[in-house]
């Protein structure tokens, strides 16, 4: 796989992952879900999540399990988290290497094809979950009222450098 197809996700959202269509996800034959915290469910410098993102969580748990993978070494803010929702998690998960994403992956026992990898950044989240052979999924990030971050400098970065190696975003 090249490096523009490992950057380009399955979808390109420009809304939050508390905006995004369960519906959509299920009807793409998602089975499982693998969400990065920091930033794609927990804004950044918070240990609160935003009540969007709680709502969210839970419509989606009563349907797929759900998987929190972070890179955040912190197993108890990222604990914490995980404990609020009920949620099994791993930390440190050193994204995009893929031994980490890969154990949480045996555990849901289903084709990779079946699982999504829901993330802010492309070059972490995005890679870590082609790399595998996973539906992806790109969010803004979240704001600490549930909203899109106005002023991502890191996300608008990735999307820029991708754009400059030659991977297209459209379709």
């Known amino acids: ?70 890179n955040n070494p912190s197993r108890q803010r990222i604990g914490a988290v995980a404990r609020q929702l009920g949620l099994p998690f791993t930390t440190s998960a050193g994204k995009p290497r893929r031994s980490a994403l890969r154990r949480v992956l045996s555990q849901f026992a289903l084709p990779h094809h079946q699982v999504a990898l829901i993330g802010d950044r492309l070059f972490t989240d995005v890679i870590a979950g082609n790399r595998l052979g996973l539906f992806t999924v790109l969010v803004k990030p979240i704001d600490p009222l549930g909203q899109p971050c106005q002023r991502d400098r890191l996300q608008n970065l990735e999307l820029r450098m991708a754009h400059w190696i030659g991977t297209s975003f459209g379709g």
């Open 1 to 70: 796989m090249s490096l523009r197809q490992l950057l380009r996700p399955n979808w390109l959202i420009d809304r939050t992952l508390a905006d995004l269509p369960l519906q959509d996800l299920l009807d793409q034959g998602i089975r499982a879900l693998v969400l990065d915290v920091d930033r794609t469910l927990l804004p950044r410098g918070q240990a609160v999540l935003p009540e969007s993102a709680v709502r969210w969580l839970e419509a989606a748990r009563e349907q797929l399990p759900i998987h929190l993978l972070s």
